[in-house]
């Protein structure tokens, strides 16, 4: 089973500033992860899959970078409404499909 | 729009049953593999099982395998998953989830999540 890594658990980061988010993975998974966004009781909405491919209707400050075993979601300007849980996703092995333990980015 | 819907969630003893359904419109269902994933009070995201678009292939993560039954009536549109022998730790939202075409890979859409609690 591979595991995913986030890293840090919590980011505290100031509204128009950049928020960069990172994830490993336990071996190479090439760039098959996928990055989602969770808010409080609300379901998961996927942002960026094939880990640079943004999904319909997601903002271009939104960006997905890395392959392999190391990957980086970067906000370049935060806004009120991307403070958030941010999941990453692999899906090169599978079953199972596995994510990571999240980082929750907040208001600094 | 695509629309997933979950229903099935409630209060059950440990050792019970219970079936969660998830009602998709908005796409051709049978086009699609579908996911469950769950997330328990206050923690991250855990996928549990899937099923492939026509329901041949199936799968299911080791915390369940032997307990949940994934299944799905395409003539209704309609994902299932069958969960016996509750256990306390299966308390969670479950989510059901959409994979894009062709291949089980990520999950583009998502319902709103049904909760599932087993106590006593």
């Known amino acids: 089973e591979i595991v995913m890594t986030q890293s840090p658990a919590t980011l505290s980061v100031s509204p128009g500033e950049r928020a960069t988010l990172s994830c490993r993975a336990s071996?190479?998974?090439?760039?098959?992860l996928a990055w989602y966004q969770q808010k409080p009781g609300q379901a998961p909405r996927l942002l960026i899959y094939?880990?640079?491919t943004r999904a319909t209707g997601i903002p271009a400050r939104f960006s997905g970078s890395g392959s392999g075993t190391e990957f980086t979601l970067t906000i370049s300007s935060l806004q009120s409404e991307d403070f958030a849980v941010y999941y990453c996703?692999?899906?090169?092995?599978?079953?199972?499909?596995?994510f990571g333990q999240g980082t929750k980015v907040e208001i600094k | 729009e695509v629309q997933l819907v979950e229903s099935g969630g409630g209060l059950v003893q440990p050792g019970g049953s219970l079936r969660l359904s998830c009602a998709a419109s908005?796409?051709?269902?049978?086009?699609?593999?579908m996911s469950w994933v769950r997330q328990a009070p206050g923690k991250g995201l855990e996928w549990v099982s899937a099923?492939?678009?026509?329901?041949?292939?199936?799968y299911y993560a080791a915390s369940v395998k032997g307990r949940f039954t994934i299944s799905r009536d395409n003539s209704k549109n309609i994902l299932y998953l069958q969960m016996n022998s509750l256990r306390a730790e299966d308390t969670a939202v479950y989510y059901c989830?959409?994979?894009?075409?062709?291949?089980?890979?990520?999950?583009?859409?998502w319902g709103q999540g049904t909760l599932v609690t087993v106590s006593s």
């Open positions: 989830a959409k994979a894009p075409p062709s291949v089980i890979a990520y999950f583009d859409y």
């Open positions: 908005v796409f051709t269902f049978s086009s699609y593999a």
């Open positions: 099923i492939s678009g026509r329901g041949t292939n199936t």
């Open positions: 071996q190479s998974i090439s760039n098959n």
């Open positions: 094939g880990a640079s």
């Open positions: 996703q692999q899906y090169n092995n599978w079953p199972p499909w596995t």
